[in-house]
């Protein structure tokens, strides 16, 4: 069975809010998820677009979640140490943390995955979304996704 992950800030396949975007407040949006197979050890957290004209843009990296954590709540700081003694890596702009939406034209669409882990990563803060992958090969129990779109008001 899937894992469930939801935002009360936008529906699925919904318009992310611009709060949560570079032309807002480019804080993380709330995410609440249930399903997590209980024999999780740990939960990973990846955000990524796909449509970036330079291949898939990383937005958001968190890892080492514990498995009782049912969300997390808008505006995580960006430091190294997250919720629940999370870890938080790097995002496509070579900073720690969130960093929201910023398409340069049109519409895209923004991937947050879930994934339910046999074991804690064991990597330290500040990891990219490669190395989170390779540390998670052969220990992934379950996984969820939630798509939301955007599209800047103003077009670069």
């Known amino acids: 069975m899937p894992i469930e ?31 997590v197979p209980a024999q ?20 958001w990296v968190v ?12 505006a995580v700081a960006k430091a190294e140490s997250g919720p629940g003694g999370s870890k938080q890596g790097t ?14 034209s049109g519409v895209h669409r923004y991937f947050f995955k879930l994934y339910a882990l046999d074991a804690a990563t064991g990597l330290p803060a500040k990891a990219t ?10 220990h992934i129990l379950g996984q969820g996704e939630l798509i939301g779109r955007y599209k800047r008001a103003k077009q670069m």
């Open 5 to 35: 992950i939801r935002s009360p800030a936008f529906n699925p396949g919904g318009m992310i809010p611009p709060k949560y975007a570079c032309e807002g407040d480019d804080v993380s949006p709330p995410l609440e998820w249930s399903g």
């Open 91 to 104: 995002n496509g702009w070579g900073r720690l943390g969130y960093g929201g939406p910023c398409p340069p």
């Open 40 to 59: 999780a050890k740990s939960l990973a957290l990846i955000a990524d677009d796909p449509d970036a004209p330079v291949g898939d843009w990383v937005h």
């Open 63 to 74: 890892y080492d979640l514990p498995p009782s954590q049912k969300g997390l709540g808008e």
């Open 129 to 138: 979304k490669e190395g989170l992958l390779k540390a998670m090969e052969g």
